[in-house]
């Protein structure tokens, strides 16, 4: 009997006042204390209940000051990069108050070195007994290399070349400990076995290190692998090292495109097309009835000030626009950031002919995830809908309000999907990975 499509949840979050809506830190109903550790922890807390997959951190290392060269607009209006605190200590702390719950991390291979990025995460794959992630991204912008005393932000397709020298490097580290390496004979007083701990010594373009890491391997082997470049080399990327892959698509044409490239670019890596699950960012709206759904999407847009999403644009884009007048098209933006999700702008209209006041509003509502407007069971349908028509294995929620959002979507989503035999009633045993590969069904 052929069982309904699992669909995989994944919680989206960046450690400060802003994720995709630029309106979080604004809600009119509370306080959103993005500083202290209890809103982390209670946020953990709900999407276990609500059975998610994971949670998960976008980060960047810069605060936004593209648009007219200048941090004005960010830090005074709040955009997505004016506060982002580190979110792996958080995670450790999530891990403290969740036991199944998936932890994900963005981290730099641009920015970060291998050695320390490979024991961060297998040290959270130790502590949280097997559900470390690691959204690989190559950032994004030159305020991000001038924090790391590069004038220069390489060009793109060198960054993915160094990120698969990484991914080479951190893999040979997060293997250097065979699986039972580690003895513990406390009678014998001998710890590990020194034959099954081997030296990295890698020499390549970008880094050398001699390893091994001073860590055991964890229960994972190694975190699992999220990546979410869009661009034709940012696929090709995806395509090689990750096992899941997230995607940020304006619409279900669009995201029934990326499916398909997806699966194309896992076949030409010699991998099954379905090997990556491919998970959509969408930003719910849920209300007792539709019009109420629909009156807090609008209270939501009426808190987003424009400007910051120019702001947000600009530091995606790496591109200063600020001299194009607010009703040039976004065609005439120069990009040398994200490739894709310029594209993606771009495709909204159609030919480009979105304006770039349009733009600002659409990149502050939510960056350009797709808004799922409606009662809970609207929602649950439009998820599975979009899960049937092959376009999406799952979605990143990306929230609009915070708690607020993950607790409309767990107290009245969650049991939906659930009744509809599509999410797991409970996690049963294994890691992350065991789950995100079909452990666990309901
Ligand atoms: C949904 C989504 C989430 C992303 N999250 C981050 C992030 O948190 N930090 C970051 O530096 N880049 C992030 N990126 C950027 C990509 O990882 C990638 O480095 C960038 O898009 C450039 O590659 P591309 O031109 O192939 O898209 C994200 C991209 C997408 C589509």
């Not at 480009?352 to 659409?362: M, Y």
Request: glycine content about 10%.
């Amino acid at each position: 009997m052929s069982q309904d499509k699992q669909i995989h949840l994944c919680g989206f979050l960046v450690a400060g006042p802003v994720v995709h809506s630029h309106a979080i830190w604004r809600n009119p109903a509370h306080e959103t204390p993005f500083l202290t550790l209890g809103h982390y922890a209670g946020i953990a807390r709900t999407l276990e209940r609500g059975m998610f997959d994971f949670v998960f951190f976008a980060d960047r290392l810069a605060i936004a000051d593209r648009y007219g060269d200048s941090h004005e607009i960010g830090i005074r209006h709040g955009d997505q990069d004016a506060t982002r605190m580190d979110p792996v200590p958080i995670l450790g702390a999530m891990a403290a108050v969740t036991s199944h719950l998936g932890l994900g991390a963005t981290r730099s291979t641009t920015y970060d070195a291998p050695y320390n990025l490979a024991r961060e995460f297998a040290t959270l794959d130790h502590i949280s007994g097997g559900r470390a992630a690691w959204n690989v991204v190559t950032s994004m912008n030159d305020g991000e290399a001038l924090n790391f005393g590069v004038a220069q932000h390489l060009s793109h397709d060198e960054r993915y070349d160094r990120a698969d020298e990484f991914m080479e490097l951190a893999f040979k580290l997060w293997d250097s400990w065979e699986p039972d390496a580690l003895v513990l004979d406390r009678a014998a007083g001998i710890y590990a076995d020194p034959a099954k701990v081997r030296y990295a010594n890698h020499k390549g373009r970008w880094f050398q290190s001699r390893g091994p890491l001073n860590i055991p391997r964890s229960p994972q082997g190694r975190p699992l692998i999220i990546q979410a470049g869009s661009s034709g080399r940012g696929k090709a990327f995806a395509a090689r090292w990750s096992e899941v892959i997230f995607a940020l698509q304006p619409n279900l044409t669009r995201m029934g495109v990326f499916k398909a490239d997806v699966a194309a670019a896992l076949e030409k890596e010699g991998r099954a097309p379905d090997a990556a699950k491919v998970m959509m960012a969408v930003m719910p709206f849920i209300g007792d009835s539709r019009a109420e759904a629909e009156d807090k999407r609008d209270l939501h847009d009426s808190l987003v000030d424009p400007r910051v999403g120019l702001s947000t644009l600009a530091a995606h884009a790496n591109a200063d626009f600020s001299s194009l007048p607010l009703e040039a098209t976004v065609n005439e933006i120069a990009d040398t950031g994200s490739q894709g999700n310029l594209a993606a702008l771009r495709s909204i209209a159609g030919d480009g002919s979105t304006t770039i006041a349009e733009a600002g509003r659409i990149y502050g509502r939510g960056v350009m995830c797709p808004r799922v407007t409606g009662t809970a069971e609207d929602v649950a349908e439009e998820l599975i809908s979009i899960v049937d028509s092959g376009a999406a294995d799952g979605f990143v929620i990306s929230p609009a309000f915070l708690p607020d959002t993950f607790d409309d979507f767990v107290d009245r989503v969650t049991p939906i999907l659930q009744k509809r035999g599509r999410l797991r009633s409970s996690y049963g045993a294994g890691s992350l990975r065991d789950r995100l590969n079909g452990a666990g069904r309901p």
